[in-house]
Every structure is written in structure tokens, then in C-alpha cells.
């Protein structure tokens, strides 16, 4: 993998794993189109504290299909940054001005307001070799290097100004980026850059605010850091406020020398602790969230989106919302009659809220826009319709309705963290039940949760519904005079089944009845097995046969206990890769020899 985008350090760490993803702004004509799909994977890094994606997307492949699609920045702080710029010292009206792309068209034209005459934008086809009709910051970006930058300058000379707007997070080799636009600028000038401030979106658990165009997640204090690492030095910073994501906007000079000394220890440990909180609280999240929205359907309410913008796709994609939401509405045209990438959900105009007597509707669009959809469509509210927001913090926000659901809900006894067991004489489970076991599983030590649904251990068929979590350990056993069963409900497994030397005889991929693998085995004989979860939860229903006795289970001796953590991971490890080596010889050996492949792992 490569080094952290900032200061190439290789401690760059796995934050959440979303899986694969589409690109946003590809919607799709038909339904039968083929989908192109990339691992959409936040990381941080440990040196620096920055948020960034790993591995991102191609860059070629994030240029739009559709030249309608549309950045909206804000706008409300120009006239006082223009105002700024134009007082910074030695900036005059003869000073040469320099915007880097098309979101640098406002600014500019507010110092040309302001008696500024020497002002030039760069133009992607003269300036940057680009000769593709339309033009995304995902294009600029690359095309920003230091051979350009010279020709550039060759051209028109130094710039004493240059205004760079919403396109750092966008940058795929920053180092490049910033030494090129350094390379444009006089030795005495400044330049401009403003970016989205993630704190908010880290801080509210904002899932939906990633996305495959945004490399990198700034930070008041990553992004000074990053432009100090780029050989700038910061003489004016300012937060603008703004009810999405804050602007921040920074006004550097060239600098010669290093210096990130006010980027200390406590600082980055900040920024480590909010990235760290913001990956724990994924999977509960995604569990309250599926939850909610999988009563909507249980009630027959129909439930829309508000807004075919990325924050949707994300939100849909990420949570596996599709099959809950009867339709996402969108008032722009070009969108209408195309399907949301990945979830292939239809998007229509506003009167599908009447037409298609829709009961809840989701807005997942800018946050500033909220009242004024709201106000537009009082008719749906007056006749009961609600509006509700993607936006943790919108008032109308659906995470103020995410309730952890009660005991009192669930028919079940505490046995202890991990256990409960049904108190009903008609044992029932519902998927209520499985979302609360999985916000359970999260809070207990071994990441894991039961329930019995046999009456006590002395039943002669015991029961269970348990829940796994990604990475947790089972030590492999074997069942003395006792065989097991197992029926995956959600997730998927690799199913290890090993002799009693440890050499593995099979390995079982297992998923849900959906995902076309194994959804259920018997073992027979008393085999040690193991389970290598491969997916956030796995949700699975075991019968074996009781009472329940402890001298039955037997530990496998060359398998570490499971106190031990630095040696179960070790082991889990192994599991992995002998994974691998496994299905490969298996190929070979089972064309010579039919159901004959015992392997050694290494
Ligand atoms: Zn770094």
C-alpha cells in the first residue's frame, strides 16, 4: 500500500472498510448496464492524523458521464474574503491574479469588482492540456504538475495572487499539487486555498459526507499541517461557519523552510481519538439505522429520499438501505427517469409524494435547502406526510429517532452479558430481536451475543441464536457424542473443519440463503472446526444436542486460548492465508484424487 498522502508515512490505518462502491455521479440509463465498482475504504494515518481514503478510486474513472452535474460551494464568506485579499500587503490593483479552476470564477469576480485588472483564469484545454468537453476538479487536479506549472508561467509570468477553492480534497498527489502551485507563485505572493472542514461530519458521525471524490478529510489542524508539509507558511486563517461543513480558509506564503512545531503530540492525539470514535460507532450505527429503517416496511409506510446528490448514494449504499425506499425524488430534470448507481432506485419529480402516497420523506440534500423543500411541500405535511434529514445535525434529523430499543421490548432473561434466553413457552425471534442482540454484541467483552431458546442447559436439544462479530476468535473444538448444526440468517463465514492434528479438511465459505453459498452444515462426526468471520456480523442459528456438559467440548490443544490476544490474532492470520493456498492446491488435487485434500497449514 502506498504511504499517507501527506507525509508518506506507511502508518496509515483502516478506519471503516464500506466495501465496494459505485461512483456517484455515474446514474444509471438501464437497468442492465454493467456497474463499475472500487473498494471505498477510509484510513487515517497514524503520524499525521489525517483522514484519507486508501486506495482511492481511479481518477480517470471519476470524470463525470454527464456534463449536468453540478458542484454547489458556498458562496457567503467571498465578499469578505475579497475584502481581505484586497488589503493583504504589497496586493495592489496591478497584482497578478490567478484561479485555478471554475470554483474560483466567483471569487474572482468579486476582485474584479474591486479595481483588480490583472486577473486570468487557467483554462483546462490552453493551460492544462485538457480536451474533453466538460471538466471536473477530478481532471484539473491531475493535470496540476510542475511541467504545466512552468509552461504556465513561461506564458504569463509569476502570480501574485492565486486562489485555489475546494479542490486540495480532491487531490490525488498533493506533494505534486502544492509544489506545482508553488512553482506558479512569485517568491513574495500568496496563495488562497479553501477546503470543507470534517470536523462536524467526524464529530456527528456523518457517514454519508465520504465519498469516492474526496481523497482526503481536512481538519483545522491536518489542513495546516498538510500545507506546512507542502512548504507553505500559514499568515491568515479563518473557520467560516456554515451549517453542512465549515470552509476553511487558509492565505499562505512560499515558505523555505519546514515547520509543523505547533502540530504537537496532544493536538495529534485529537485528531487520532475523533477519526478512531468515528469507525467504532459505524457498526451501531448501521445497525440502528437498518433497524429504523426496516420497521417502515413492517408497517407498510412507504419511505422516500429527498435529493439525488452523493450524500444519498452514500447513505443508501453504505447502510443497505434499497430494499426499505420506494423511490428517490429529485427535481432536476436531467436526473429524472435514471436509477440511483448500486441501489438501482428510480428517481422521479416531487409528485411522486402524492402519487405514490408516500409517508416519509428524506431529505439528502443541502442542509441550507431544508426549509425551503419543506416550505414547497407543506401539502405533503398537512396531509400527514413527515419530513425527516440524512444530516445528524438538521432538526429534522432520522438520528433523533434512532432508539437503542428496550429490554422491556424483547421477551428474554438476562443470563449474563452474552447470554439470554427466551422466557416464552412459544419461543419467538424476530429481526427486532437480532438488531438489539447486535447492539448487545458490541457492548460485551467478546464481541459476541446469545440467545437460548431452550429453557435451561439440561434441555436434550439445545437452541441458539447467536450473533459473531468481524475478527472475533473461536478457538476450534471438537463435540464429544454431539453433533452441531448451523443456518446462517446474515453475514458470511469461512467454515473451518480440521483433523485432529489441525490439518484442515475443508474449508466451508457459508453466507445467508441470498448468497447462493453454503447457508447451513451438519457436522457428523466429532471434527474440530472454527469460523473465520468475513463479514461486520454474522448472524447464525445453531442446534446441538444437550444437556449441556463442559467435559464435551474439546479445545483444540494446538489452537492458542482465547485470553491469549496477541496469539489468537496470529492465528486468525494463518487461518487467512492458508485460506488462500487451500483453494489453490485444491484445484489441483481434487482432479486426481476425488474428496482427498487433506493440507498441512504452514
Ligand atoms: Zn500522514
Not at 480558509?249 to 496532544?266: H, Q, T, W
Not at 400527514?384 to 433523533?400: A, M, R, T
Not at 443456518?487 to 479438511?505: L, M, P, Q, Y
Not at 489441483?588 to 482427498?596: L, P, S, T
Request: charge should be negative; proline fraction near 4%.
Amino acid at each position: 500500500m502506498k504511504g499517507c498522502c501527506v507525509c508518506n508515512s506507511s502508518d496509515v490505518i483502516e478506519l471503516i472498510d464500506f466495501g465496494a462502491q459505485p461512483i456517484c455521479n455515474r446514474f444509471i440509463k438501464s437497468l442492465d448496464d454493467d456497474e463499475y465498482k472500487h473498494p471505498l475504504v477510509l484510513g487515517l494515518c497514524n503520524a499525521c492524523g489525517l483522514v484519507q481514503l486508501i486506495n482511492p478510486f481511479p481518477a480517470s474513472e471519476l470524470r463525470p458521464p454527464y456534463n449536468w452535474i453540478t458542484y454547489n460551494e458556498p458562496q457567503d464568506h467571498l465578499d469578505y474574503l475579497a475584502g481581505i485579499l484586497s488589503n493583504l500587503p504589497d496586493i495592489n490593483e496591478n497584482s497578478a491574479i490567478c484561479g485555478i479552476s471554475f470554483k474560483d470564477d466567483t471569487l474572482l469576480l468579486r476582485m474584479k469588482k474591486r479595481g483588480f485588472s490583472k486577473i486570468m483564469r487557467l483554462d483546462p484545454e490552453q493551460d492544462l492540456g485538457i480536451n474533453d468537453g466538460w471538466t471536473g476538479v477530478e481532471t484539473i487536479q491531475d493535470k496540476i504538475n510542475l511541467d504545466n506549472a512552468k509552461e504556465i508561467v513561461n506564458k504569463n509570468g509569476k502570480f501574485d495572487l492565486i486562489i485555489v477553492r475546494h479542490i486540495l480534497e480532491h487531490v490525488y498527489d498533493l506533494p505534486e499539487f502544492m509544489r506545482s502551485i508553488r512553482e506558479l507563485l512569485d517568491p513574495d505572493g500568496y496563495v488562497v486555498f479553501e477546503v470543507p472542514d470534517c470536523t462536524k461530519s467526524l464529530e456527528y458521525f456523518d457517514y454519508s459526507s465520504i465519498w469516492e471524490e474526496h481523497t482526503v478529510y481536512f481538519t483545522p489542524a491536518t489542513f495546516k499541517n498538510c500545507l506546512e508539509y507542502g512548504g507553505f507558511s500559514v499568515e491568515h486563517f479563518e473557520i467560516f461557519p456554515y451549517q453542512m461543513e465549515n470552509c476553511l480558509v487558509a492565505i499562505l506564503k512560499p515558505s523555505e523552510e519546514f515547520d509543523n512545531r505547533s502540530y504537537n503530540g496532544k493536538i495529534l492525539q485529537d485528531e487520532k481519538n475523533r477519526a478512531i470514535a468515528f469507525s467504532h460507532e459505524f457498526s451501531r450505527k448501521k445497525t440502528l439505522i437498518t433497524s429504523y429503517f426496516s420497521d417502515f416496511k413492517t408497517n407498510r409506510e412507504k419511505i422516500s429520499f429527498f435529493g439525488a446528490g452523493h450524500t444519498a448514494i452514500v447513505f443508501i449504499n453504505i447502510f443497505n438501505l434499497k430494499d426499505y425506499i420506494e423511490c428517490i425524488i429529485d427535481d432536476n430534470e436531467n436526473k429524472q427517469g435514471l436509477f440511483m448507481p448500486l441501489s438501482h432506485l428510480p428517481i422521479i419529480s416531487s409528485s411522486a409524494l402524492k402519487e405514490k402516497d408516500i409517508k416519509f420523506s428524506v431529505l439528502s440534500l443541502n442542509p441550507d435547502l431544508e426549509n425551503k423543500i419543506v416550505e414547497k411541500n407543506r401539502t405533503f405535511v398537512k396531509n400527514g406526510g413527515e419530513f425527516l434529514s440524512i444530516d445528524p445535525k438538521s432538526k429534522l434529523s432520522l438520528y433523533h429517532k434512532l432508539k437503542t430499543s428496550s429490554f422491556e421490548d424483547i421477551n428474554l432473561s438476562k443470563f449474563n452479558d452474552e447470554v439470554y434466553y427466551s422466557i416464552c413457552d412459544v419461543a419467538k425471534i424476530r429481526r427486532k430481536d437480532i438488531e438489539w442482540m447486535k447492539e448487545r454484541s458490541m457492548d460485551n467483552k467478546r464481541k459476541r451475543c446469545r440467545i437460548c431458546v431452550h429453557k435451561d442447559i439440561d434441555e436434550k436439544v439445545h437452541e441458539m441464536f447467536i450473533i459473531h462479530t468481524k475478527g472475533a476468535y473461536v478457538r476450534p473444538h471438537k463435540h464429544i457424542n454431539k453433533n452441531e448444526s448451523l443456518h446462517v440468517i446474515e453475514g458470511s463465514a469461512d467454515v473451518f473443519i480440521f483433523d485432529d492434528s489441525g490439518k484442515i479438511k475443508e474449508i466451508i465459505k457459508m453466507g445467508d440463503y441470498l448468497s447462493g453459498h453454503e447457508f447451513f452444515y451438519r457436522i457428523n462426526n466429532p471434527y474440530y472446526h472454527t469460523l473465520n468471520i468475513t463479514s461486520e456480523f454474522l448472524v447464525f442459528h445453531e442446534t446441538l444436542k444437550g444437556p449441556f456438559d463442559r467435559s464435551d467440548t474439546i479445545f483444540a490443544p494446538w489452537a492458542p486460548e482465547e485470553n491469549d490476544r496477541k496469539a489468537t490474532e496470529q492465528f486468525i492470520e494463518k487461518l487467512v492465508l492458508s485460506k488462500k493456498t487451500f483453494f489453490q492446491l485444491k484445484k489441483i488435487v481434487i482432479k486426481v484424487n476425488n474428496n482427498e485434500y487433506l493440507l498441512k497449514t504452514n
